[in-house]
């Protein structure tokens, strides 16, 4: 059965328990991702993501129709994880930005269908790597990245994903991707110096 997100918010409104599983089986990944790259915890992001899907059952209601579903749940998991960042730190969250012009994504995925076991020691240390430099990134930043970069989010769902104006996303992700590109740098001197 073909689920758009206009019927599966359908469904979940009459009370359809199969539709409920199909939305939380397909956007599980996407709010336990959003939910990690904040907290940083996979335990608390799990929770947190629960806490997500189960808000967003409560607000169908609220929901725009006709609008998609990803970046509803990403707001709604970045907004649960921002509440549970103030109660862990209270005082050290801060959303206020100054738009930047935009720059280009931060690089190309690998395409070798084939790669060596050297290519794949490599890739996995590129990986990990860049995995340490989201999460070292400010909160605000890292939900902005993690929605653009690794869930293939245009500007404008991000925009809609965080409620923020278009122009602060594309300053976050540009400071964000200078960031990331100081630390890579860091870490790329201190492997091969």
Partial sequence: ????????????????????????????????????????DP??????????????????DTFREGAPLAPWLSR?????????LRKRNPGTVSLEEQPLPDMEPLGQRIADPAPSPEDLLTQSEIRAALESAILSL????RT???LRYLHDFSYAE????????????????????????????????????
């Fill in 1 to 40: 059965m073909e689920w758009s997100d206009a019927r599966l918010v359908a469904e979940c409104r009459r009370g359809n328990q199969q539709a409920y599983a199909h939305l939380v089986d397909t956007y599980q990944r996407l709010v336990y991702s959003v939910s990690y790259r904040l907290l940083d």
């Fill in 76 to 84: 709604i998991a970045h907004n649960h994880c921002l509440r549970r």
């Fill in 144 to 146: 902005a990245v993690t």
């Fill in 43 to 60: 335990t608390e992001a799990e929770d947190a993501a629960q806490e997500a899907f189960l808000a967003a059952f409560r607000g169908l």
């Fill in 158 to 193: 991000v925009s809609e994903a965080l409620n923020l104006p278009l122009g602060t996303v594309k300053a976050q992700l540009h400071r964000a991707r200078g960031l990331l590109r100081e630390q890579l740098e860091t870490v790329w001197m201190e492997a091969y110096a």
């Fill in 138 to 141: 400010p909160v605000h930043y």
